[in-house]
């Protein structure tokens, strides 16, 4: 059993089916998320123009909640309270690779976030385990121990997953991640990019709101417009771990107006 299973309630898990993403071996090389057509085409028709209600919305709606958890509260919120350290365990280079980009771009994006990668387990703060899908539920099971592993699979049937571990003041201290290898390239990235966001906080899915990742019926293949205001908001300095609902709802309208204008410079969107 990994030592991220501690004693309740200290664990929150976010686990993710993406049932429209067929899991196929891959055979064609490793392309960079911009050169594949199913994300190009996403990009192009994307909606990127939000009003503060929209935005709201979803913050509220996938920072607070839990799609799925052990104990304890869901109703505060929960990010990293200082900088972010990611690990790969694997043997695949180029999936390692199309993972460090992933976590490079959120890092582009996302103003008050110090994320990288990190060449060594015992610096890392986010372990992301890299498997063959015929090896998903045996590393499940190493996790969370047999018995949970037999509730996620029947209840949830995931093809990668995310977790995180947090303090009695409600700030992350380690997140782990699991994503399949012998996925297409859009499915990793969408699986990649999900569940590393997820990681960070934003734990909650939500099938209410249809511009954001963090829904099970939307593949995205990368980091979009409105779930970079979500990411944004939440890593505000003002926003701090353990706030509830109604302290966050007072520190918005200034928050917002800054990361509006974050938001709009990273991605040179025009009004």
């Known amino acids: 059993m990994s030592a991220l299973v501690l004693p309740a309630p200290a664990l929150r898990f976010a686990l993710l089916t993406l049932a429209a993403l067929a899991c196929v071996p891959d055979i064609v090389p490793k392309a960079a998320a911009g050169e594949l057509p199913a994300i190009a085409s996403r990009q192009r028709s994307e909606k990127k123009s939000f009003t503060d209600a929209e935005i709201v919305d979803g913050f509220f709606k996938t920072a607070f909640g839990a799609e799925y958890h052990l104990a304890g509260r869901v109703d505060r919120i929960r990010k990293f309270d200082g900088p972010v350290r990611v690990f790969a365990e694997t043997d695949r280079a180029d999936r390692k690779a199309q993972l460090a980009k992933v976590v490079a771009d959120i890092g582009k994006r996302v103003q008050h976030l110090d994320i990288a990668m ?88 939500t099938a209410s709101v249809p511009w954001t990742m963090f829904n099970d019926n939307v593949s995205m293949g990368y980091f979009d417009v409105y779930d ?19 302290e966050v709802r007072a520190a918005l309208p200034e928050v917002l107006a800054d990361v509006r204008a974050w938001v709009k410079q990273v991605n040179d969107l025009k009004e």
């Open 118 to 205: 990190t060449d060594t387990s015992e610096a890392a703060n986010v372990r992301v385990k890299l498997v063959r899908d015929r090896d998903l539920y045996r590393t499940i099971t190493s996790f969370y121990g047999a018995e949970k592993a037999r509730e996620i699979r029947t209840s949830l049937d995931p093809q990668c997953l995310s977790g995180f571990r947090k303090n009695e003041q409600f700030e992350i201290e380690h997140s782990d991640v699991i994503l399949t290898v012998d996925v297409s390239d859009f499915t990793f990235l969408d699986c990649a990019y999900e569940e590393v966001l997820q990681s960070l906080g934003p734990i909650n899915d």
């Open 228 to 246: 970079q205001y979500i990411l944004n908001v939440l890593y505000d300095p003002r926003i701090k771990a353990g706030m509830t609902v109604p």
